[in-house]
């Protein structure tokens, strides 16, 4: 069982549409993080969230850590074919050091 | 810039044949991570180094060894690669982390290939 579920597992979708991409557990988690990863490169950390209910804004990136810390979401508003990756949610859950990831979301966005 | 540095990119391996992976960075991180990932999976986390404490993922083969020689170097030795230890190999550093929160910085990765 993935500590760390993640939906859709794959997305395609046109340059301009919006999308949301999920994170979700059945535990709690001090913070969350995401990272984005492009073809052949290492993951790229993206954000980290920390409290309930706090959204963080990365340009048309919208991140949200839910109230319970026990989900995140995030959604990108127009999106671009620059915007295209493995997007990753990871968190450390309880008090431990290291790293649990999610499933990962392909996002493709055409052109 | 500080940084994650991973040499070789790319690397091409005989069937049994000790391949050395190698990383290196700029940011002073106590922490250093090795990971397997393939394709379009997450990456597995094979084992990391807290300052020279080592610590191994029970899952991860006898087949992989690191060493640390010091802050800025950490190296992944595979003994004997078989066909399925073929993937990308991520190196990843964080700064002594509170319990609950281990942002991590990654290097650009080295893809190994196995013929």
């Known amino acids: 069982t993935q500590l760390l579920e993640q939906s859709p597992q794959f997305l395609s979708i046109q340059e301009g549409e919006n999308l949301t991409v999920y994170c979700n557990s059945s535990s709690v988690f001090s913070s969350l993080q995401w990272y984005r990863q492009e073809p052949g490169e290492g993951p790229v950390l993206l954000v980290t969230?920390?409290?309930?209910?706090e959204v963080k804004k990365l340009k048309r990136l919208t991140f949200q850590f839910g109230d319970a810390r026990k989900d995140s979401s995030l959604h990108i508003t127009a999106a671009q074919p620059g915007d295209t990756g493995l997007y990753l949610c990871a968190g450390a859950p309880g008090s431990a050091r290291q790293l649990t990831f999610g499933s990962g979301t392909q996002l493709t966005v055409l052109p | 810039d500080a940084m994650v540095i991973q040499n070789p990119r790319y690397q091409v391996t005989q069937f049994g044949k000790p391949v050395t992976l190698s990383c290196s960075q700029t940011?002073?991180?106590?922490?250093m991570y090795w990971y397997q990932q393939k394709s379009s999976q997450a990456p597995k986390l094979l084992f990391h180094y807290y300052d020279k404490d080592f610590n191994n993922e029970a899952d991860t083969p006898d087949n992989f060894q690191s060493r640390r020689p010091n802050t800025s170097f950490c190296f992944l030795d595979i003994r004997s690669p078989g066909l399925g230890d073929a993937a990308m190999y991520l190196c990843?550093?964080?700064?002594?982390?509170?319990?609950?929160?281990?942002?991590?910085?990654f290097g650009p990765g080295t893809r190994l290939t196995v013929t």
């Open positions: 969230v920390v409290t309930g209910g």
């Open positions: 940011l002073n991180h106590n922490v």
């Open positions: 990843a550093t964080s700064p002594k982390v509170s319990r609950g929160r281990s942002e991590q910085y």
